[in-house]
């Protein structure tokens, strides 16, 4: 059996964010995840150092964050204009590599988070 190492990059970019009718006013961010099937053996890498692809966002326990913005009336379109990057090392079976690929479960997980401040 021979393995093959591959890389996949998956590039989740938010451009607007449209309120129709949260609760309460104040400022929010927007959390993504990236899942892997656990059979599968893969890891995570981070950006290179000295990249800074968001522009107040981070990364905080696995997942990844958009800057904070403000929200304030119902039915409010914000611009969000931030870019999540994941990057997946991925071992496979060489022999059978297209029906391993294809038995890789991938689930992105986005969340609407309230948070009491404009500043992280």
């Known amino acids: 059996m ?4 591959g890389t996949l990059e998956f590039s989740v970019e938010l451009h607007k964010f449209h309120n129709v ?3 309460q006013r104040g400022f929010y961010q927007i959390r993504a995840a990236l ?12 950006l290179p150092p000295g990249i800074d692809i ?10 990844v964050f958009s800057r904070i913005f ?7 379109e914000i611009a969000v204009n931030d870019c999540m990057i994941f ?8 022999e059978r590599l ?15 988070h309230f ?6």
């Open 21 to 23: 009718d949260l609760f």
């Open 98 to 112: 297209e029906e391993a690929l294809s038995e890789v479960d991938f689930q992105l997980k986005l969340d609407l």
């Open 115 to 120: 948070t009491d401040n404009e500043q992280q």
């Open 35 to 46: 899942k892997v099937s656990p059979r599968v053996p893969h890891r995570f890498s981070d």
């Open 87 to 94: 990057k997946v090392h991925l071992l496979l079976d060489g």
């Open 70 to 76: 403000q929200i304030l009336y119902r039915n409010e």
């Open 54 to 63: 968001f522009s107040s966002a981070g990364v905080y326990d696995g997942s």
């Open 2 to 5: 021979s393995e093959v190492q």
